[in-house]
């Protein structure tokens, strides 16, 4: 939970017109907690709030996911209420971003989850039929290839359809994973505050070479535990780095994998469209399909690089994280 942002902190409260609880046209208490939401954003609100943007709450919605999932595994019920209210708090402040800029309001989003969830479980809402948690896997991967399939006008979409094996492979790993990464950068930013850190990135920077080093020699002896430990090391250290040059490193790490998902999906096209698979090709074919997936990626990258400028701003800094 962000400092100063709990249900009772300074920024949510103030006198005048501030909703109130136990509202009986509202019993579950969300249009109150929507409407605290607009007025943090809105003029005189609150100032961190407000200088928010999508990108610079990304780094947020992985912590309080991981946040929540700690309060799950804890079983603290009342725990778990207060983390399901900071994860709410992410959904309702982007929601409330969209809506100042005209995109879509908390309500689109409420509205298109009821319209899928009605969707994708024909079982309880249609005439088919699903007697097992099995069955209705199959019958929601059917029906979310189908959406693929029909999401020509979608780019984002129907591109998830190729490749798919990339995501569901390690059907028990969860897609995210490394939590890790987010607990290194909580511990180094608290390490930060103690004083516990370089004064600047290049003393970070020396220390990575060095610990490369050490990997490499642990690497050399083949003990897998050394490795292990040195390999962490270079992990931690990375993260670190990341933060003194202003990079989130969970996000860093999803986006490179987001990258090499989307060129795998284009060299998977480029192969079917000579009839063949990925693993019928030789290295040096899968070589030049890559360099070709890069190629076209850069393109597109370039051609929407000034409209891409000119719509996100900076990440605001200095969040308020405990």
């Known amino acids: 939970m962000r400092e100063g942002q709990g249900r009772e902190g300074p920024g949510a ?18 249009a ?4 605290l939401v607009r007025r ?6 609150c100032p961190w709030d407000r200088a928010q943007t999508h990108r610079s709450l990304r780094r947020f919605a992985l912590e309080e996911a991981y946040e929540l999932v700690e309060a799950i595994d804890a079983g603290d019920a009342r725990h778990l209420a207060d983390e399901l209210g900071d994860l709410l708090l992410q ?8 809506a100042e800029a005209g995109a879509f309001t908390i309500a689109d989003v409420c509205h298109a989850l009821a ?9 309880v809402f249609g005439d088919a039929e699903a007697r097992s948690p099995a069955e209705v896997q199959r019958l929601w991967t059917a029906i979310k290839q189908a959406e693929a ?9 129907a591109a998830a359809a190729p490749g798919r094996d990339l995501e569901d492979a390690s059907p028990d790993v969860a897609r995210g994973a490394p939590a890790a990464l987010v607990e290194a950068y909580r511990v180094q930013e608290r390490a930060a505050r103690s004083g516990l850190d370089w004064p600047d990135a290049r003393g970070v920077r020396a220390k990575l070479d060095e610990e490369l080093a050490e990997l490499d020699a642990a690497v050399a002896t083949g003990d897998s535990r050394r490795i292990e430990e040195e390999l962490g090391d270079v992990l931690f250290l990375l993260v670190n780095a990341g933060r003194h040059w202003g990079v989130y490193a969970e996000t860093a790490l999803l986006g490179a994998v987001r990258k090499f998902r989307r ?17 019928e090709l030789s290295p040096a074919e899968l070589d030049r399909l890559w360099e070709a997936a890069k190629a076209q990626e850069r393109g ?13 701003r900076p990440d605001a800094r200095g969040g308020k994280r405990g």
């Open 115 to 123: 319209d899928k969830l009605i969707r994708r479980h024909p079982h």
């Open 13 to 30: 409260a103030g006198t005048g017109g501030t909703p109130a609880a136990g509202d009986a046209n509202d019993p579950y208490g969300f």
């Open 40 to 45: 943090l954003r809105a003029p005189g609100g």
């Open 149 to 157: 399939a029909q999401a020509e006008a979608g780019p984002a979409e």
């Open 300 to 312: 597109r990258i370039q051609a929407s690089s000034a409209e891409h400028t000119s719509g996100i």
């Open 32 to 35: 109150r907690v929507v409407e």
């Open 263 to 279: 060129r795998v999906r284009c060299m998977e096209e480029h192969a079917r469209r000579q009839g063949r698979t990925l693993a």
């Open 91 to 98: 959904v309702l402040l982007h929601a409330q971003i969209a």
